[in-house]
T-cell receptor
Framework: GEDVEQSLFLSVREGDSSVINCTYTDSSSTYLYWYKQEPGAGLQLLTY?????DMKQDQRLTVLLNKKDKHLSLRIADTQTGDSAIYFCAERKGQAGTALIFGKGTTLSVSS | DGGITQSPKYLFRKEGQNVTLSCEQN?????MYWYRQDPGQGLRLIYYSQIVNDFQKGDIAEGYSVSREKKESFPLTVTSAQKNPTAFYLC????????????FGPGTRLTVT
């Protein structure tokens, strides 16, 4: 199966909170990431969390990590129309010499 | 202004032709990567390079080739052996292979007919 799994779509209203979920399979992953991709563009790192943390907050973004369940979530508070994009969860595996493993991405649609 | 450039943004080729996608970075990063993105799919790693004159196959290297003759450049050639080359190609770089952050270029959309 996939190393990293995400739901494909999420639709919210402007001003609401968005929660994007991700599950990963490698318990040795050292870093877990959230990237944002706007239409036709490259990926932009939003935030990351080290595997020895269980929460990280950065302005409107909150990342929660549940290592026992291998579950990662990204909460966007006060979601704006400019937050509409594809959000990718990614993990870095524990061993050296490997790159990031990405999920398929969650398309967030924000309606006004 | 530091960053990663990929050119061109859109590329069209006839089936059977090789095509080379450009990726240049002025971030002084040692590691560089090529990913392929298909609709509804995550990014899949094609090749990566830890340092000049070194590169390793990723998960889907068949039908692709790369070179790393200069630190700032990591061109990707899509050969005629690649069975389904139409995709969005993203180049990325990082300070080293173990750096926590990868910086991405804007991507090249390749269409082969």
């Amino acid at each position: 199966g996939e190393d990293v799994e995400q739901s494909l779509f999420l639709s919210v209203r402007e001003g609401d909170s968005s929660v994007i979920n991700c599950t990963y399979t490698d318990s040795s992953s050292t870093y877990l990431y959230w990237y944002k991709q706007e239409p036709g563009a490259g990926l932009q790192l939003l935030t990351y969390i080290f595997s020895n943390m269980d929460m990280k907050q950065d302005q409107r973004l909150t990342v929660l990590l549940n290592k026992k369940d291998k579950h990662l979530s990204l909460r966007i508070a006060d979601t704006q129309t400019g937050d509409s994009a594809i959000y990718f969860c990614a993990e870095r595996k524990g061993q050296a010499g490997t790159a990031l493993i990405f999920g398929k991405g969650t398309t967030l649609s924000v309606s006004s | 202004d530091g960053g990663i450039t990929q050119s061109p943004k859109y590329l069209f080729r006839k089936e059977g032709q090789n095509v080379t996608l450009s990726c240049e970075q002025n971030l002084n990063h040692d590691a560089m990567y090529w990913y392929r993105q298909d609709p509804g799919q995550g990014l899949r790693l094609i090749y990566y390079s830890q340092i000049v004159n070194d590169f390793q196959k990723g998960d889907i290297a068949e039908g692709y080739s790369v070179s790393r003759e200069k630190k700032e450049s990591f061109p990707l050639t899509v050969t005629s052996a690649q069975k389904n080359p139409t995709a969005f190609y993203l180049c990325a770089s990082s300070i080293s292979l173990l750096s926590y952050e990868q910086y991405f270029g804007p991507g090249t959309r390749l269409t082969v007919t």
